[in-house]
Each structure stands twice: as C-alpha cells, then as structure tokens.
C-alpha cells in the first residue's frame, strides 16, 4: 500500500513539474526571452533552468514567485490544470515586432481574460459567444461593405438608429465579448487589440489613455475585427497599418455603427440651416450626441454624399487646436472616459461569486487587484447589504 502512495505520490509530481515547465517555456517564448535570461534572473545555470522547462527538474516555490514577477503572471497560471486557449494571445505576442513593453501589455490583457474566464465558470456561467461565420466583404468596395455590415449589425442587435448609449454593455451582453481597458503608451502606434478563441469568444484591449470618442471608435473598430477578422485569431491595431484593408473596413465599419448616416442627416437638417454655416460648436455637439469624437464627426460630415462639409471646412476643422479651448468656453466638457480596466459585467460576476460564497476576502483582492484591506472593507459592505 506504501509502495502504491510512493508511486502516485511520485507521478504526480512529475505531472506538477512537467506542467510548470511547459508553462514556463510558453511565457518566456511569448516574451521572446532567452533561456539564459531566465536562468540570469533565477541565478542558475542554463542546463538546470532547461530541465526544469522539460519537467525533469522541480522548481521551488520562492523561485515560481520569482518567475511569476519576472513573467507578470499569477501563480495560478504555472499550477492550474486548465487555462484558456493561448493561441490568439501567442498571435498577438508575435506581432508586438520585439516590443518588450507592448509584449508586457498583452501579457496583462492575457491575465485579464483568464481571470473573467475563471469568475464565469466559479459562477458556472457560460457566455457562449455567437456561432457567426466571418463577414465576407469585397477588398474594392470597402467603404460600401464595412457601412451595409454595419447597418446589418445594428438591425440584428436591435440597436435602431439612435446613438449607443452604453456601447460595452450591448457588446458584452449581446455578444460574449470580453472588453479590458489598459494603458498603452501613446508612442506604440497601438490604438487597441482583438483576439478570438472558439471557447471563450472575442476578447477586445482599449486604451486607457484614449479620450471617451476615441475610446468608443476603438472598441467599434475592434468589434469590427470580432467581425470581419474573427478566422485571423488575433489583430494589433497599429497606426502604421491605418491605411491596410483591414484596418479601413474596420474604421468605415466604426463609423456608421457609431453615427448612422440617416440619423447625422436628420439631426443635421433640425439643427443647422445652411451647410455653409456649420461651425465647430455645431460639430461639437453633433459629436456628443453620438459619443465620437470631434475629428471623427468631421469625418463623418465630409463622407457622407453629398457632402455637409466641404473639403476645404473638413481640413479647417481637423487643423484646430482650440477645440478643448472652445468647449470649455461654451461649457460642454468633453464627455468622461472610461478610467477602469475592468467592464461591469466583471465586478458584477465577483460581487455575485462573493455573496455565494464561492470566493474568499483574498480572492476579490487578486480578482479586483485591491489591497487585502480595501478587499476586507469591499466584503463587508457587501456582507452589509445581504444582512439588509
């Protein structure tokens, strides 16, 4: 009977190390880091840390610490028997281009995605993405193909022609999206990601840094992606690429979700006598009231036939710098951004698994990347209002 203990005892061990040690080769590949590099920053020698990536070494847990800091992992990522298809995350990291700090950020958007993943099945809810085949467009028509699909869109999601009010909301409850907001350096040229998996559906980035317009035209741009791009598993919006196909039937895509012709002509005509009167106060409001920004309404108003603004006023517009000034001056802030990483429907999913008692105090504090205390006071309140 001990001998049986020893054995299984041993076996599992060996399926512990052979499990860390994939996982160990997958993260530090995604980080196009050298085996050197990782045994430099666990102080030991290359051959040691490669049998340890082949599950022939164990590793200690003060160096699992070490590593998970080192990969900008958690724990539970070297351990857990099951986690989410890493294909269109491996995607992603090959087109960083060796960007180390862009790498860092998918890597954290990885994280994210996991941890809803994980809070959807502790809840045992399934957010079956839809079955949709990609949308097929023609590559000399994209103007024409990314505007039909966006009104086809809006019909199916019953959205009518008025503006989205709570954009992410329709987009994660009406079709299984995942959506993150993070910060991503302005100089990276990245205005967002997708990536997609059959099992856990489409996961969208945002930038955190973006303004509330160019927040809302990213997340419909790469909706579009979810859309149009879903077979290409994951898609770097760089600003290099604006002018590739992909990325123009993705902004002509946004634009009509976001601002319906019909609807910008109604509310033109109502508002505005003469085309030759349109001023950047006009625009201004027009922009707020479908919740875009000032440039992509100029845009809009310049695109659509015939034309509401020339392209002389389109280019006088776009060259302003007094915008902000302006608006402070007729006392319409721009609209407030979205300044948390997480969507509703995450907090909603931790809130719920708290009050089932399926997750501890410690666990909202790693889902919510709170403090223990500031989770002890989150634990009580919520314990508060289930006594009431």
């Given at each position: 009977?001990?001998?049986?203990?020893?054995?299984?005892?041993?076996n599992?061990?060996?399926?512990?190390a052979?499990?860390?040690?994939?996982?160990?080769?997958?993260?530090?590949?995604?980080?196009?880091?050298?085996?050197?590099?990782?045994?430099?920053?666990?102080?030991?020698?290359?051959?040691?840390?490669?049998?340890?990536?082949?599950?022939?070494?164990?590793?200690?847990?003060?160096?699992?610490?070490?590593?998970a800091?080192?990969?900008?992992?958690p724990?539970?990522?070297?351990?857990k028997?099951?986690?989410?298809?890493?294909?269109?995350?491996?995607?992603?990291?090959?087109?960083?281009?060796?960007?180390?700090?862009?790498?860092?950020?998918?890597?954290?958007?990885?994280?994210?995605?996991?941890k809803?993943?994980?809070?959807?099945?502790?809840?045992?809810?399934?957010?079956?993405?839809?079955?949709?085949?990609?949308?097929?467009?023609?590559?000399?028509?994209?103007?024409?193909?990314?505007?039909?699909?966006?009104r086809?869109?809006?019909?199916?999601?019953?959205?009518?022609?008025?503006?989205?009010?709570?954009?992410?909301?329709?987009?994660e409850?009406?079709?299984?999206?995942?959506?993150?907001?993070?910060?991503?350096?302005?100089?990276?040229?990245?205005?967002?990601?997708?990536?997609?998996?059959?099992?856990?559906?489409?996961?969208?980035?945002?930038?955190?840094?973006?303004?509330?317009?160019?927040?809302?035209?990213?997340?419909?741009?790469?909706?579009?992606?979810?859309?149009?791009?879903?077979?290409?598993?994951g898609?770097i919006?760089?600003?290099?690429?604006?002018?590739?196909p992909?990325e123009?039937?993705?902004?002509?895509?946004?634009?009509?979700?976001?601002m319906?012709?019909?609807?910008?002509?109604?509310?033109?005509?109502?508002?505005?006598?003469?085309k030759?009167?349109?001023?950047?106060?006009?625009?201004?409001?027009?922009?707020?009231?479908?919740?875009?920004?000032?440039?992509?309404?100029?845009?809009?108003?310049?695109?659509?036939?015939?034309?509401l603004?020339?392209?002389?006023?389109?280019?006088?517009?776009?060259?302003?710098?007094?915008?902000?000034?302006?608006?402070?001056?007729?006392g319409?802030?721009?609209?407030?951004?979205?300044?948390?990483?997480?969507?509703?429907?995450?907090?909603?999913?931790?809130?719920?698994?708290?009050?089932?008692?399926?997750?501890?105090?410690?666990?909202?504090a790693?889902?919510?990347?709170?403090?223990?205390?500031?989770?002890?006071?989150?634990?009580?309140?919520?314990?508060?209002?289930?006594?009431?």
């Amino acid at each position: 009977m001990s001998q049986k203990k020893d054995k299984n005892d041993h076996n599992y061990k060996k399926n512990i190390a052979v499990r860390v040690g994939n996982r160990l080769r997958i993260a530090r590949e995604a980080l196009d880091f050298t085996q050197e590099q990782v045994s430099e920053c666990l102080g030991i020698g290359r051959p040691r840390y490669s049998d340890i990536e082949n599950g022939k070494r164990n590793i200690s847990m003060k160096d699992i610490y070490k590593l998970a800091d080192f990969f900008n992992r958690p724990i539970e990522y070297f351990f857990k028997e099951n986690i989410i298809s890493e294909s269109g995350f491996r995607l992603l990291f090959r087109r960083t281009e060796g960007d180390a700090e862009i790498a860092k950020i998918i890597t954290e958007f990885e994280g994210l995605c996991q941890k809803m993943h994980d809070l959807e099945e502790i809840n045992e809810i399934k957010i079956s993405p839809p079955i949709l085949r990609n949308y097929d467009f023609d590559i000399n028509k994209l103007k024409y193909s990314g505007e039909y699909y966006a009104r086809f869109d809006r019909e199916i999601l019953g959205l009518g022609k008025a503006p989205i009010k709570d954009l992410n909301q329709v987009l994660e409850e009406k079709c299984g999206l995942k959506i993150f907001y993070l910060h991503i350096p302005e100089e990276s040229g990245v205005f967002g990601m997708f990536t997609y998996d059959e099992n856990i559906g489409g996961c969208i980035l945002i930038n955190l840094n973006s303004s509330y317009g160019r927040q809302r035209f990213s997340l419909a741009h790469e909706y579009a992606h979810f859309l149009f791009h879903r077979n290409r598993i994951g898609v770097i919006s760089f600003k290099k690429d604006e002018r590739t196909p992909d990325e123009r039937i993705a902004d002509y895509f946004a634009s009509e979700f976001l601002m319906p012709e019909q609807e910008v002509k109604d509310i033109f005509k109502s508002t505005i006598k003469k085309k030759s009167d349109v001023t950047a106060e006009d625009v201004i409001r027009l922009a707020d009231y479908f919740g875009v920004s000032f440039t992509a309404m100029v845009y809009k108003l310049n695109n659509i036939r015939p034309r509401l603004i020339n392209n002389k006023k389109k280019e006088d517009f776009i060259k302003e710098t007094w915008v902000k000034k302006l608006r402070k001056t007729i006392g319409m802030q721009e609209p407030q951004k979205n300044k948390s990483k997480f969507p509703s429907l995450y907090y909603n999913l931790c809130i719920k698994a708290y009050n089932k008692g399926k997750i501890t105090t410690a666990k909202i504090a790693d889902f919510l990347e709170i403090p223990l205390y500031q989770a002890m006071e989150v634990g009580g309140q919520l314990r508060k209002k289930s006594v009431e």
